[in-house]
């Protein structure tokens, strides 16, 4: 029975129908889906105008930021779509994301780079949270949005490494490393790391910092040596945000709507929003892929625990 309901609801999902919060919003038909995006997509109508083809389009960066979600590739199709459909005004980038990958944070803010170079305008919408990565990847927002709420900032870079040399101690436990160099096996968690191996990641975490910040003065039009005095990896709320120029407005989805119109100089539009074909897919069959922690450099706050499972 079980899975006879499951079946259906697939069945229901895909013959043309989605969801948005508890409310039901009808999907472009098949026609008219093939035409944007030739299909690769699902588009929900949150506003339907029925005067005009016009939208502006919601697409949304949620959860952490990395390279093996599906979220990098997903937000360049659909960025690539409303960069080429004329039909497409303008695009809300709407942020719910502490943050992840310094290579994927990367990606995503240079897709959004093409974007701006089509001449339409692109709203940051924050809900909620939209710190380190979820800032760096919508810094070039023409406007940033922020809801009363909203935690954003933490501009910094982080990288942690276990040991576990203590509890292998404890353990009893041994490990033979045999390298073709004496760096190999730099900040491996089976050894207490060198001061040389953390001067060598120092550095490199330094310039990856530099990159933020540049980034940071760059979109939001700052000398980066006030943005140097912001970045020290803190947290803003949406007041303090706004008061530190990291944001331009506090207010709601709906304003963020209002301005995005307003930028693209039309005033009867519908309100679209792009939804991964294979988020559907993943949820319902598969189930919700947690991205892994790989070693590496994060835009993140808030790393979680790295401690080995008791």
Not at 199 to 214: K, L, N, W
Request: aromatic share 8%; glycine share 8%; hydrophobic share 40%.
């Amino acid at each position: 029975m079980k899975r006879l309901m499951a079946v259906s609801c697939i069945v229901f999902l895909f013959s043309g129908c989605a969801l948005v919060g508890n409310k039901k919003s009808s999907a472009i038909p098949a026609a008219q889906l093939s035409e944007l995006g030739g299909g690769t997509v699902n588009v929900v109508y949150l506003q339907r105008s029925t005067t005009t083809e016009n939208v502006v389009a919601v697409v949304s960066i949620s959860g952490g930021i990395s390279d093996d979600s599906g979220m990098v590739e997903d937000t360049k199709l659909m960025l690539g779509i409303a960069r080429n459909d004329h039909r497409v005004k303008a695009v809300i980038l709407k942020v719910e994301s502490p943050g992840g990958g310094v290579n994927a944070s990367d990606l995503i803010w240079n897709e959004v780079m093409k974007f701006k170079k089509s001449g339409k305008p692109i709203v940051a919408f924050y809900n909620g949270i939209a710190a380190s990565g979820g800032y760096y990847v919508s810094v070039l927002a023409d406007r940033i949005i922020a809801t009363p709420e909203t935690w954003t900032g933490s501009i910094g870079v982080i990288m942690q490494v276990a040991d576990y040399t203590g509890k292998m101690k404890k353990e009893g436990v041994k490990v033979t490393t045999i390298k073709s160099g004496p760096r190999k096996d730099m900040l491996s968690p089976y050894k207490q790391a060198e001061k040389a191996d953390i001067e060598i990641m120092q550095r490199i975490i330094d310039s990856a910092y530099e990159r933020f910040v540049h980034k940071v003065a760059h979109g939001r039009n700052m000398n980066e040596s006030i943005v140097r005095i912001l970045a020290d990896g803190r947290i803003y709320d949406a007041q303090q945000a706004l008061e530190n120029g990291l944001i331009d407005q506090i207010g709601y989805f709906e304003d963020s709507f209002e301005v995005a119109k307003a930028l693209a100089h039309v005033s009867d539009v519908s309100l679209i929003k792009f939804e991964s074909k294979r988020s559907v897919m993943n949820f319902f069959i598969m189930g919700v892929e947690i991205p892994r922690r790989l070693p590496g450099l994060y835009y993140l706050w808030m790393v979680e625990d790295l401690s080995p499972n008791e």
